[in-house]
């Protein structure tokens, strides 16, 4: 299998861009790959952002993003990804966070489960 080439995306501005129709390849961990496993690619179907609802830009964490994504995988199926975008005090890009860990204040996480709770047709 070749190796695939990845792309970067900036997402430069007031908040990271949008990545429906965007491809995600989540590679296997080492064991699953010394077994043979491979990694799964799937199309990101839809979305759903919250800025941070009490952070300070001008902290010197920066500024944080979170997202739900509804992701619909080549092998079948759906799955629904967690995640956060960080931007650096002073930079003008974000930066892809991570995909499972989530750790912000109960107001902001609360609004991102209830907007994502909201796109009924995902569950």
């Not at 799964?40 to 997202?67: K, N, R």
Request: no cysteine; glycine share 14%; aromatic share 12%.
């Amino acid at each position: 299998m070749p190796k695939r080439k990845r792309t970067p995306h900036q997402h430069l501005g007031a908040r990271p861009d949008s990545m429906i129709g965007k491809p995600v390849h989540f590679g296997p961990p080492g064991d699953v790959r010394a077994g043979g496993g491979t990694g799964s690619t799937g199309l990101v179907e839809d979305e759903v952002w919250v800025l941070d609802l009490e952070g300070d830009p001008g902290a010197p964490w920066g500024e944080y993003s979170f997202f739900a994504q509804r992701i619909r995988w080549e092998e079948g199926g759906y799955s629904i990804r967690l995640g956060y975008y960080r931007k650096r005090m002073g930079e003008k890009h974000w930066e892809f966070g991570s995909q499972t860990t989530v750790n912000s204040n109960p107001k902001t996480i609360r609004k991102l489960l209830e907007d994502t709770l909201g796109r009924r047709d995902w569950f």
